[in-house]
Structure formats: C-alpha cells, structure tokens
C-alpha cells in the first residue's frame, strides 16, 4: 500500500520561503510520479507542479519561477521549495502519487503580515 506523508507547512510573511517534503513508501521509488497540489477554502483543488523518476518537472505558470521541485531516491522524499511567497500562495499543499492515485495528508501554508 502507497503512502504519501507530508511536512513542512506553516506560517510566512510575504516574500519568505518554505520547504514542503513528501515522504513515499510503498512503491519503488524510482516508479513514483509525484504530483503537487493546492486548495484554498471554497475553491477547487488545483496542480501546481510534476516530478517524474530521473528528475524531469514541470510547473504551473502560477508558480513557475518561484516553486522548485526535487527528488531525494535516498531518502524516498520529493521536496517542493516554495520561495517568494504572495499571499495568494496560502493553501493546503498536498502530494499524490499519479499511478496509485494515493494522497498525501495535506499541509497548511499562510502567507500573511
């Protein structure tokens, strides 16, 4: 069974950074696409960025420049680097993994003053 589990969430002001980590077990690592997400309140889940096996990414225009994603096969975790934070970035990030459409628990970001 694929399990997806989620860290790094938390409070920021404008222009901070964070680091989300999603930690994968369950599948071979080396087979997990990771998809990332977000859902702020009263508004529909949306993609935001892919990290497929060998690094290869891709990102939402919303947030590409200013997101990263990375793949550590050690350690089973795909981090999203989250930089230049507006506060329209405030969401609860989630990962899943596209083959076994397993999601992760969600972790809140606020982006305020």
């Known amino acids: 069974q694929v399990q997806l589990v989620e860290s790094g969430g938390g409070l920021v002001q404008p222009g901070g950074s964070l680091r989300l980590s999603c930690a994968e077990s369950g599948l071979p690592f080396s087979e997990a696409i990771i998809t990332w997400h977000r859902q702020d309140l009263g508004k529909a889940r949306e993609w935001i960025a892919t990290?497929?096996?060998?690094?290869?990414?891709i990102y939402d225009t919303s947030v590409k420049g200013r997101f990263t994603t990375s793949r550590d096969d050690a350690k089973n975790t795909v981090y999203l680097q989250l930089n230049n934070l507006k506060p329209e970035d405030t969401a609860v990030y989630y990962c899943?993994?596209?083959?076994?459409?397993?999601w992760g628990q969600g972790t809140q970001v606020t982006v305020s003053t």
């Open positions: 990290s497929w096996p060998g690094g290869a990414t």
């Open positions: 899943h993994e596209a083959g076994s459409m397993t």
